[in-house]
């Protein structure tokens, strides 16, 4: 905890005992954060890489700090995890992603967005009734939502993961697996896992126009979700090169700084009507 600031600006580190201080201080920063409207929902594109047309979204939460500025989410997301605070973060950012599906359709737009579920919201098990509750009012129907789940999150607890998992599936949520490749998941929990998406770690992505071996990890990576019926995207997409690449692999969907970094969602539905594939 004596280091968990540095340089003066916001650094937590996950090893911020639960009990100190700081970490007392935080936790009331963050309560309070949600109560005075602090927390921000960025959108990031996430396009079809064959049409380069818009088919969704990816929600990122930004913590517009009054004194030290816009936050940004690994400053204080691990943070959340450990005290529990993720589930009211991850409601709340369920709750905008719902809303902006909304908005977006009243716009003629119609997008998904994902949210980024955490390993404690995994182990509620009120969870798949708090997103119904959340997404009803809206009027967006379940298939609007898709799910980012990574690998650690679901192999802390496999089969309470799993089980949650499958009452989402149920309700029509859209599963996909996030960081997909650096986690330590076994291809026999993937088979059993109601998922619709793999989402191929950016540091693969990133790295395949130099590295035969990341670009062997990708290739093979599209055709094993293909063979398992999965819908695969890319995130760090960050050249045209890359984007030709992957469009040749076959891979489906694609998301990063080429196409559009995590913007405001006031910006998005602007942004999207803008957007001319190059
Ligand atoms: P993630 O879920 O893997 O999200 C993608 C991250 O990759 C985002 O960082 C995004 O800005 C970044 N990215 C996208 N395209 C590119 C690219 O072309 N190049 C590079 N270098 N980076 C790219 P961000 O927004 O800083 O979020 C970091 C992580 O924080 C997320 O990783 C996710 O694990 C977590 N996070 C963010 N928002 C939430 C949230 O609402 N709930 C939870 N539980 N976690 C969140
Ligand atoms: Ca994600
Ligand atoms: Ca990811
Ligand atoms: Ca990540």
Redesign the pocket.
Do not use: T
């Given at each position: 905890a004596a280091k968990a600031r540095q340089c003066g600006s916001l650094i937590y580190h996950a090893q911020l005992d639960a009990g100190s201080q700081e970490s007392l201080s935080l936790l009331s920063e963050m309560r309070r954060a949600v109560e005075n409207d602090e927390l921000r929902l960025?959108l990031?594109p996430k396009i079809d890489l064959q049409t380069g047309r818009v088919i969704g979204a990816?929600?990122?939460?930004r913590w517009q700090h009054p004194t030290r500025g816009l936050v940004?989410?690994?400053q204080f997301?691990p943070f959340a995890e450990q005290t529990g605070f993720?589930r009211m973060?991850?409601a709340w950012?369920l709750s905008g992603a719902a809303r902006f599906a909304r908005d977006a359709l009243d716009a003629g737009l119609n997008l998904r967005l994902s949210?980024?579920?955490?390993t404690r919201d995994l182990m509620d098990q009120d969870l798949p009734a708090k997103i119904e509750a959340l997404i009803t009012p809206r009027n967006v129907p379940a298939s609007a939502l898709c799910l980012?789940i990574t690998e650690s999150a679901i192999m802390d607890d496999p089969e309470r993961a799993l089980s949650t998992l499958e009452h989402l599936h149920a309700m029509g949520f859209k599963l996909s697996i996030?960081?997909f490749g650096t986690g330590y998941s076994s291809l026999a929990y993937l088979k059993r896992l109601p998922v619709d998406e793999l989402k191929i770690d950016?540091s693969f992505v990133?790295a395949m126009e130099r590295d035969l071996d990341d670009a062997r990890i990708v290739r093979s990576t599209i055709e094993l979700a293909h063979n398992l019926g999965l819908t695969v995207v890319a995130?760090?997409?960050?050249t045209a090169k890359a984007w030709a690449l992957l469009a040749q692999l076959g891979c489906d969907e694609g998301?990063?700084?080429?196409i559009g970094?995590?913007m405001p969602q006031e910006d998005f539905i602007a942004w999207a009507q803008a957007w001319a594939p190059p």
């Open positions: 960025f990031q990816e929600a990122l939460v940004p989410p690994m997301i993720i973060l991850s950012v949210v980024n579920l955490s980012e996030d960081d950016r990133m995130e760090g997409l960050e998301q990063g700084y080429f970094k995590p």
